[in-house]
């Protein structure tokens, strides 16, 4: 591994929240027991179930697995239409706001830089839906080299208007979409808005858990990206691991995630094994060029079958796989 001096000054020691989407078996006793329960959650053997709360990150390795093995003993059903979300965020109160701008466009930078990256590490069809775009390819970024869009994010000069160059609403209004990969629309300040909200960092890309440790990688993941982007987010030339004349490696993604998480103290060896075999089988993708057919209502019968997902509308499907990637197995 080379050695990198961090362009930031000191971790951002962050807090994490969870959306788990699962779908889940329940006994038979306890559907029993509710009343009208087909016609409140479906066809009465499927449920979804999320958590969503702010932790201290150096809480993350007691709290999450806990959690997803209770979900385990109800019995998960594998499904590709359930992901997990991460939210990050440097104060469970307000989160990043204008006084985190370097620390923000570092991070963009950084996210769009691996985005292929990214998308070797998750199933194929986490790689594009309508619920998680892709930022490289948005209107904004669209046919642009890699260093001009670095230039973008760092002539912005507010939270919200980086918000808005990194997730713009697809209708073309100045405004945001939560549906990217990496979600910024809760930095958005909207005319008339008064309550200030907390403002965290989505992670929408991963898929939904199937074993109990599925959950943990990905907050791990998230966090040490941050911290990793924060820390290393710049070019080459000064200090960071970005290279705009070049495409972004797995190699140097995994390099970014172990530097970011060695700085919050919490990088043992068993971690850092955990990502290394992690990245060990994924193969670099070729560059996406946003070129896919779209699916056709046979192609939405024919996948819903494969997948079991039979119980999910068209419409819904639809929505969660939009085209036919030449990434899908």
């Known amino acids: 591994m080379e050695s990198h001096q961090p362009t930031g000054r000191h971790p951002l020691w962050l807090f994490f929240g969870v959306e788990l989407e699962v779908i889940i078996v329940l006994p038979e006793e306890i559907r029993d027991q509710i009343e009208n329960y087909q016609t409140k959650i479906g066809d009465g053997t499927r449920s979804p179930a999320m958590l969503w709360t702010a932790w201290r990150a150096t809480r993350i390795g007691g709290r999450v697995p806990r959690i997803c093995s209770v979900l385990s003993h109800l019995g998960l059903v594998k499904s590709e239409s359930c992901g997990?979300?991460?939210?990050?965020?440097?104060?469970?109160?307000?989160?990043?706001?204008?006084?985190?701008?370097?620390?923000?466009?570092?991070?963009?930078?950084?996210?769009?830089?691996?985005?292929?990256?990214?998308?070797?590490?998750?199933?194929?069809r986490r790689r594009r839906s309508?619920?998680?775009?892709?930022?490289?390819?948005?209107?904004?970024?669209?046919?642009?080299?890699?260093?001009?869009?670095?230039?973008?994010?760092?002539?912005?000069?507010?939270?919200?208007?980086?918000?808005?160059?990194?997730c713009p609403s697809p209708d073309g209004h100045d405004s945001t979409?939560?549906?990217?990969?990496?979600?910024?629309?809760?930095?958005?300040?909207k005319e008339g808005q008064t309550k200030r909200r907390a403002h965290t960092i989505e992670f929408r890309q991963p898929p939904?858990?199937?074993?109990?440790?599925?959950?943990?990688?990905?907050?791990?993941?998230?966090?040490?990206?941050?911290?990793?982007?924060?820390?290393?987010?710049?070019?080459?030339?000064?200090?960071?691991?970005?290279?705009?004349?070049k495409t972004g490696q797995l190699e140097d993604l995994l390099q970014l995630v172990l530097l970011g998480y060695k700085c919050t103290d919490q990088l043992s060896e068993d971690i850092k094994l955990v990502f290394q075999n992690f990245f060990r089988d994924k193969e670099h993708l070729p560059e996406d060029q946003e070129d896919e057919?779209?699916?056709?209502?046979?192609?939405?019968?024919?996948?819903?079958?494969?997948?079991?997902?039979t119980h999910m509308t068209d419409d819904k499907f639809l929505a969660l796989f939009s085209?036919?990637?030449?990434?899908?197995?």
């Open 208 to 245: 939904g858990i199937e074993e109990e440790n599925d959950a943990l990688f990905w907050t791990c993941f998230k966090i040490a990206f941050i911290e990793g982007a924060h820390l290393y987010g710049r070019s080459k030339s000064e200090g960071g691991l970005l290279d705009a004349n």
């Open 84 to 124: 997990t979300h991460v939210h990050v965020s440097p104060s469970p109160k307000y989160g990043w706001d204008d006084s985190y701008l370097v620390e923000l466009q570092r991070i963009c930078r950084t996210a769009v830089y691996f985005e292929r990256c990214i998308d070797a590490l998750v199933p194929p």
């Open 293 to 309: 057919e779209e699916l056709t209502p046979t192609n939405v019968r024919e996948i819903q079958d494969a997948d079991g997902n």
């Open 177 to 189: 979409s939560r549906d990217y990969k990496w979600n910024f629309s809760s930095m958005e300040r």
């Open 130 to 166: 309508h619920w998680c775009k892709s930022h490289r390819h948005n209107l904004h970024f669209r046919g642009h080299s890699m260093q001009e869009i670095f230039d973008k994010i760092d002539q912005v000069e507010t939270s919200s208007d980086l918000a808005k160059l990194m």
């Open 323 to 329: 085209s036919k990637s030449k990434d899908r197995a």
